[in-house]
């Protein structure tokens, strides 16, 4: 008897613990290919993936199932047997999304959202297969206009029509969704908005972009909020489990907000409801140079929190008063992981380490740009009311300059980007754009916040070196920008100075470039706003505020700049 149950045991199948969920259920090996398994694919099957919408959000069973990359024939074959054959046309677009702009778009700092959640998504959800198309058709789009006259770009062609209809196609799929209350749709809706505000900014829809990453943000904030009605054993409130793709997920809404927030065009008043990316301190070492950057975000968008809430302070705008220790203290708390963030940046050696690609050195030069930039901030984060506070930073804004000129040479040595030579019938022209924030922001802070003459001079000249767009960032606004912004501030008031502007664009500004007399309080502008346009030709406003020399006053004033005639108005209320 004892030998009849033995055989009746091991006559059974055991358990399949890992491989794609319609391969358990059937009880058979699954050959784990992504995004679906050949076993699925090549019997018909709908290959129902692993678990990429699971509760936990975990792929697969452990993290040897997060790949860096899904396999563009794996993909087609899980999309066509998901929602049967896709057009010519749709598959044209795919693959230049799978080959273009995949790999080039989320420059610089690639995240897991990008490198593993996208692809697999696509094949299980069409509202984010639908997205992507849309995404991949504008990033084709811009590739073939850049450069290209104005008169020869805006008229609907065919592919607009493509683009505008998948488009329309993805919020149609999106719709079920809304009305659901789970944690699967929520991440759809998610991916979508963020698929959208990439769409938009390609676009220079940026007014529509914001939109979509406040709309992110406020469903963020809604479904990652701790629980105040469940306390733990300390009193304070239960946060909500966090898997791998939450985190993609309010990591690549982390990067979004950032770059939005340094245009003054972020969601700071909910900050504190959002959840925090990274939730752990500075390490001691960055394994790669995304980890390095998710820290830097985090610590600008806590130094923008900071100052958010000392101008909005009852004493904000009191010259000399006294602030609450909290500001303070969170202003020390802030200096500190910065210090760790440098510290670790020093003991990360790019060449050691499996995290590191041969370009990330580049990459690195840029992060470390960041840095400067967030000390300038925290710094004179509560000195809103003294912009001649900035005067006593020249020499970090010298060292930022030498960075950025580094990281000049090391583009012109060699571009961060080079197509992949995996398809050779792909068209090589590509867009210049990036979806993440490279060295636009870290221009225009210089030539909008340092008022040395020579400094920000070189700033602008560096930032009209390269015509391309950083996610919300686009160098044909901010260039402009940057340079009305200068001479509405000196206007002639050097007039009667000997001033040599025939510096080399590598050169590092010397003593010698820094004996012109500093601007005077009520030249500098305060309390700059910018409203960007709402579609690439369209008008961007400055609103500003100036001090009156004789009585202290303040003076509003708005001027619009018209992008399609590149011509500034200024604007009488």
Known sequence: MANERSTLVSSKKKKVKTGCRTCKTRRIKCDEGRPACRRCVSTGRVCEGYGVWSSAGVIGDSKRAIVARAQADSVKYAISSQYGKLSPEQEACFRWFRHRTYTKLPLPFITPFWRTLVLQACTAEPAILHAVLALGSAHQKESFEEGQPDELIGALDSQQEFMLREYGKAIRDLQPHFSSQDRRSVHVALVVCTLFTFFENLLGRYATAITHLHSGLRLLAETYAPDRHVSSRNGNAIVKPRGYVDDWIIESFARLHVQAALWDQGLLEIYPKLPEFPGTPVPSVFDSTNQAAQYMDRLILDILHLTEQYSNSSDGNAVGSSLPPKFYDSQERL???????????????????????????????????????????????????????????????????????????????????????????????????????????????????????????????????????????????????????????????????????????????????????????????????????????????????????????????????????????????
């Open 335 to 573: 200096r500190q992981d910065l210090d760790r963030w440098l510290a670790a940046y020093n003991a990360t050696d790019p060449n050691s380490s499996e995290g590191f690609s041969p370009v990330d050195s580049f990459y690195l030069k840029v992060l470390r740009g960041y840095h400067t930039m967030a000390l300038v901030m925290l710094n004179t984060c509560t000195q809103s009311v003294n912009e001649t506070i900035y005067d006593t930073y020249t020499a970090d804004f010298i060292s930022l300059i030498e960075q950025l000129v580094e990281v000049w040479k090391a583009h012109v040595a060699r571009p961060a980007w080079h197509p992949s030579p995996c398809d050779t019938e792909m068209p090589r022209r590509l867009s210049h754009s990036v979806g993440d924030k490279g060295w636009i922001p870290l221009l225009y802070f210089i030539a909008v916040k340092c008022r040395v003459h020579r400094i920000r001079l070189q700033a602008v000249r560096l930032l009209s070196q390269t015509l391309h767009k950083e996610g919300i960032w686009n160098s044909r606004l901010a260039l402009p920008l940057a340079t009305k912004i200068i001479r509405i501030e000196e206007g002639d008031y050097f007039r009667d100075c000997e001033i040599d502007d025939r510096f080399t664009l590598v050169s590092i500004p010397t003593e010698h470039d820094l004996v012109l007399p500093s601007l005077p309080d009520h030249r500098r502008l305060y309390n700059i706003r910018v409203r960007l346009p709402e579609h690439s030709k369209g008008i961007l406003t400055l609103e500003y505020e100036r001090k009156r020399q004789d009585d202290g006053g303040v003076d509003k004033y708005k001027t619009h700049y018209n992008a399609r005639t590149r011509t500034w108005v200024d604007i009488i209320e």
